[in-house]
C-alpha cells in the first residue's frame, strides 16, 4: 500500500499577521487570565440567549483581530469559521455583517487548527492576500445540546471537561520578506505558517461522552506521528507540541500511545484544556474542551511568544470529538479527528529537515 | 471602498476525473431516474436508522466514485464532506472507514459546491494529486431534525421544498494535459474546473423556515453577479447557470432580482430542485432541496453531459439556507449562502475573458 503523505509545506511562508482571544468570567478567573485580547464578565455577552452570546465572541474576536491588523474587512478575501452550535449557526449569526465570503467548516474542537491550515492553503497558494480562520464555543450552549439542561445540574464525572467560553480569530496574509536574513534584522517575530497535516477519521470505540479525551487522544497520535514521519523532523526540533483540548485524562493517553511507538514528547507536549483552567482550584475536573479552547489559548498564550521570539517552532494539534446525541443515543462510538499547523519563526525551520521536497508539497 | 474579488481561477486545469450519484424510491420515480448510478430502493438502505441511512449514501457515493476511477481510497490525499445533520455525523460515520485526510465543512445545501470549490483549490495548488468531496440528504433525517416527528404527518405549504434522499461523490485530480489541442484531440472530454467564486452570507430576513428558496435567492443572485464582474464573462459564454435547491420559488426570484440589475438567465437556467422531480405528480410543491438534491443531480445529469461534450460551459451555482431550528425558534431569520465552479472542457474558457489575470487569482 502507497503511503500518501498528507502534510502540505507552505512554500511561500504565509504569516498570522494579526490574532485576537476572548474569554469570559470563568476563563477570567483561570491560569491564563492575564493574556487574553478581551474578557467579558457577563456570560451573556449582553445578548438574550446563549447563542447569541457566542455568535458576539466570534464578533468581538474578529473585529479585534481586523483592528490589531489596522484593516477594514473587505482587506480579507476568505474567513473559514465553525463552531459545535447545530448547523454552525454561531458563526453565521456572528459573520454575517462582515461580509466577507464565507466558508462554513465542522471540525468539532478542532476547528481552529482546521481553519488555520484551510487559510494557509489558500493564501499560501495565491488565491487571495488575505484568511481569516475563527471559532468559538459558549459553556452554556454546548452543555445543553451535548448534555443536560443547565437547571437539571447534573452530576459530572471525573473525566468530562469544561466547555470554555471563548473564541479567537487568527488573519493569514500572503508574505512580502522571503529571507531568513530580512527576517532576522526585525525585533518583531513573523509567525510563519510552515506546514499543515490534515487528520484523519480515528476510532478506537470510545462511547463515553464524558471522555471525550480518550477518544480524541488516539487521533492526535495519529496526526502527530504522520507530521513527524511526513516532515522528518524531530521531537527535539520543536519547542512545543500543543495540543487542543484532550485534557488531563487525553493527554496521559496521549503521551502514553506516543511512547508505544518509541516517541517521547513529554518535555514538548503541553495541552490548551490542561492549560486554561486552575486545576485544584476550579473544579473543571478533566481541564476544558470547546472549540474555544485552543483557539483562545493559542491566540492568548502561544502566538504572542512566538511573536517575541521566545517560541521558534511549534506544532499546534487542534483536536476533535466527532460526536452528536443523537448518534450516541443510536449506539454509536466517539470517532476523534486532529488537524495540526507547524508554527515558526524561521522560513527555513522545516526546509533544513526536507528530504527532497517541492513546492506546495512534501515529496511522495 | 477597494472591491476584493473572491473567485479563484484555477491555473493548473484541474479535472474532475470521476463522480458518483446515490438515489432513492422518490427519486426514482422523478425526472431523472434514469441517470444515477445507484439507486436504492429501502429508504433505510438496509441499515437501522435514517441517520445510518443517510451515512450509507455517502459511502456507496465514494465507493462508486473510486470504482469509477478505478483507484483506491489511499490515492486520495483529502475529502471535503458535510451534512445537513447535527454535527456532520452522517459524513463522519460514512468516511471513517475510508482513512483518507478529512476536511469537514458545513454550507447547508451549498456543500457540494463548497466541497468542491475546495477540493479544486488544494489540488490546483499541488498540495496533492487528489481530493474528494462528498455530501448527502435524507429526507426523514432533515426532516425530524428540521421541522417535525414523521408521523405528525403536518401539512407542508407550498413554498416548501422536499428533501432529497441521495448525495454524490466527486474526484478532482491534477491534470495531465497542458493544452487545449491536447484535450480537442480526445473524443472523451475533460471536466475542468475552472474557477470558484466564494460565497457571502446574505440576509433578506426571511423568516419562514418553509420558504428556504426565498432565503436562498439573494445569496444565489450575490453570487451570480460576482461570478461575472470577476470573470468578465458574459451570460451567453455558458450553456448552464445551474443553481442548487432554489426549487420554485426560489428560482422565480433569482431571475427577477437579476433582471433588476440588467441581467437576464433565463435561458442557461436550471435548478436541481426544479429538476429531480416530476412537478404534477410527486407532490413536492416547491421541489427538491437537501445537500444532496445538487450533489445527485449534478453528479447524475450534467458531469456525463460535459464528458460527452454536450455542454462546454456550465456554472454550479451550489445555494443553501443556514438556518437551524433552535435560532428559528429564537427569532432569527435565515441567511443565505452560494458557492460557485466553473465547470468546463476548455482549458482556455476563461482566459479568452480575462483581463490581466495572473496564476492562482483574479487581478485586483
Known amino acids: 500500500m502507497k503511503n500518501m503523505k ?18 469570559s468570567k470563568k476563563e477570567a478567573e483561570g491560569s491564563l487570565a492575564n493574556f487574553f485580547d478581551h474578557i467579558e464578565m457577563d456570560p451573556y455577552f449582553k445578548k438574550e440567549t446563549w447563542e447569541q452570546a457566542e455568535s458576539e465572541i466570534q464578533r468581538i474576536a474578529v473585529t479585534k483581530a481586523l483592528e490589531k491588523a489596522n484593516i477594514q474587512s473587505n482587506a480579507v478575501n476568505f474567513i473559514f469559521a465553525g463552531d459545535l452550535v447545530n448547523q454552525c449557526v454561531c458563526s453565521t449569526y456572528a459573520l454575517r455583517d462582515f461580509n466577507i465570503p464565507f466558508l462554513g467548516i465542522y471540525g468539532a474542537c478542532s476547528t481552529m487548527a482546521e481553519g488555520m491550515l484551510l487559510a494557509a492553503s489558500m493564501v499560501n497558494a495565491g488565491y487571495g492576500e488575505r484568511a481569516t480562520a475563527v471559532t468559538s464555543s459558549h459553556f452554556s450552549s454546548a452543555e445543553r445540546q451535548y448534555r443536560n439542561p443547565l437547571s437539571y445540574g447534573g452530576q459530572r464525572t471525573q473525566s468530562a471537561q469544561w466547555t470554555v467560553t471563548g473564541g479567537g480569530a487568527v488573519i493569514i496574509e500572503q ?9 532576522e534584522q ?38 502527530i506521528l504522520r507530521f513527524f514521519k511526513d516532515t522528518n523532523m524531530k521531537v527535539t526540533d520543536l519547542d512545543y507540541i500543543v495540543t487542543g483540548d484532550l485534557g488531563y485524562v487525553g493527554s496521559e493517553l496521549l503521551l502514553n500511545i506516543l511512547r508505544q511507538d518509541d ?23 478533566s481541564g476544558g474542551s470547546g472549540c474555544g479552547c485552543s483557539a483562545s489559548v493559542l491566540s492568548a498564550y502561544f502566538l504572542p511568544r512566538i511573536k517575541s521570539g521566545e517560541i521558534k517552532n511549534m506544532l499546534f494539534c487542534g483536536t476533535g470529538a466527532l460526536m452528536s446525541p443523537m448518534l450516541s443515543f443510536q449506539g454509536e462510538s466517539i470517532p476523534g479527528i486532529a488537524h495540526a499547523v507547524l508554527l515558526s519563526q524561521q522560513v527555513d525551520s522545516v526546509k533544513l529537515m526536507l528530504r527532497g521536497a517541492s513546492a506546495g508539497v512534501f515529496a511522495r
Open 6 to 23: 498528507s502534510t502540505i509545506y507552505f512554500d511561500r511562508n504565509p504569516v498570522i499577521s494579526s490574532f485576537a482571544s476572548v474569554a
Open 175 to 183: 508574505n512580502t520578506e522571503q529571507s531568513q536574513e530580512q527576517l
Open 186 to 223: 526585525k525585533t518583531e517575530k513573523k509567525i510563519i505558517v510552515k506546514s499543515a497535516t490534515v487528520g484523519r477519521i480515528v476510532d478506537y470505540a470510545v462511547t463515553d461522552s464524558s471522555n471525550m479525551g480518550a477518544a480524541m487522544a488516539p487521533a492526535a497520535a495519529d496526526t
Open 263 to 285: 516517541m517521547d514528547i513529554s518535555f514538548q507536549h503541553r495541552d490548551c484544556g490542561v492549560m486554561i483552567y486552575k486545576k485544584d482550584e476550579q473544579d473543571t475536573h
